[in-house]
C-alpha cells in the first residue's frame, strides 16, 4: 500500500476494483459499475453470474478486528441495493431472469494479500418487492 493512510472513500474504490476483477477472473460479465437508480437505490456491481443477474454489493474492511465486511450490510443498506436492482430492472427492460444479491467482502490489511470472499445469494427480496414491477 502506499506510504499513507487512504482514505475510507480510496479504499472502497479499491476494494471495488479488487472486487471486479476477482469476478471477471472467475468467470463473471460485467456490465455496470456504480450504478444509481432514480428512486435512490445503489448496486456496487451488475453482473451475470451462469444464468443469473447478480446485484454484488462490495464492503472493504482493513482489519479483523471489527468483524466481516457483509456485517456492515443490514436492513437499511439491503432496501438500497434492492431499489437499485429495482430500477436498474427497470431501466434495461429485460425479460423476466433470475436474480440474486451478493455481497463482497474484501480484506485489505497491510502486508498482506488482498483477501475476496463472495456471498451469493446473501439476501432475499422480501415476497412483495418486486410486486407490480
Known amino acids: 500500500m502506499l506510504g499513507r493512510k487512504l482514505s475510507t472513500a480510496e479504499i472502497g474504490v479499491m476494494g471495488e476494483w479488487i472486487a471486479t476483477r476477482w469476478l471477471r ?5 460485467i456490465f455496470r459499475r456504480n450504478f444509481r437508480g432514480v428512486s435512490r437505490g445503489e448496486v456496487d456491481i451488475v453482473a451475470r453470474h451462469r444464468g443469473s443477474l447478480t446485484f454484488v454489493e462490495v464492503k472493504t474492511r482493513t ?3 471489527f468483524g466481516r465486511p ?3 450490510v443490514g436492513p437499511d443498506k ?3 441495493i434492492i431499489r437499485g436492482a429495482q430500477d436498474w430492472l427497470r431501466e434495461v427492460e429485460v425479460r423476466p ?3 440474486r444479491f451478493d455481497i463482497a467482502e474484501i480484506t485489505l490489511i497491510p502486508g498482506e494479500l488482498p483477501q475476496v470472499n463472495i456471498m ?3 439476501f ?3 415476497d412483495s418487492s418486486m410486486a407490480g414491477r
Open 25 to 29: 477472473q472467475s468467470g463473471r460479465v
Open 63 to 65: 482489519s479483523r478486528a
Open 70 to 72: 457483509a456485517d456492515n
Open 78 to 80: 439491503q432496501r438500497l
Open 97 to 99: 431472469v433470475s436474480f
Open 120 to 122: 451469493e445469494n446473501a
Open 124 to 126: 432475499q427480496l422480501p
